[in-house]
């Protein structure tokens, strides 16, 4: 199984930046897809990026070039780099990943709030 720890959010004003991180644990060889969801209160669960192993980071449409992701495999830990943070993107950030076999796995959100 893979564990993950998000962590990093905050309370941010408009304009501003924030980077969460996901650290994750466990069986990471079986890990062939990470993604960055969010999800705001009455609101849907919405993909924000999307990285498969050996291909491009794909990112909502809202966020891009805004939003980065990158990972640090050596430590292994997946980030998301926010800028220009808008209230709009103010939600409970999770990360995920999917393993060969479909197993899926959750960390247990961030909150991430943008307000003046």
């Known amino acids: 199984q893979v564990q993950l720890v998000e962590s990093g959010g905050g309370l941010v004003q408009p304009g501003g930046s924030l980077r969460l991180s996901c650290a994750a644990s466990?069986?990471?060889?079986?890990?062939?897809?990470m993604a960055w969801y969010r999800q705001a209160p009455g609101k849907q669960r919405e993909l924000v990026a999307s990285i498969r192993i050996e291909g491009p980071t794909n990112y909502a449409d809202s966020v891009k070039g805004r939003f980065t992701s990158s990972r640090d495999n050596a430590k292994n830990t997946m980030y998301l780099q926010m800028n220009s943070l808008r209230p709009e993107d103010t939600a409970l950030y999770y990360c995920?990943?999917?393993?060969?076999?479909?197993?899926?796995?959750w960390g247990q959100g961030t909150q991430v709030t943008v307000s003046s």
């Open positions: 466990g069986r990471l060889f079986s890990i062939y897809f």
């Open positions: 995920n990943t999917v393993s060969y076999g479909g197993e899926a796995a």
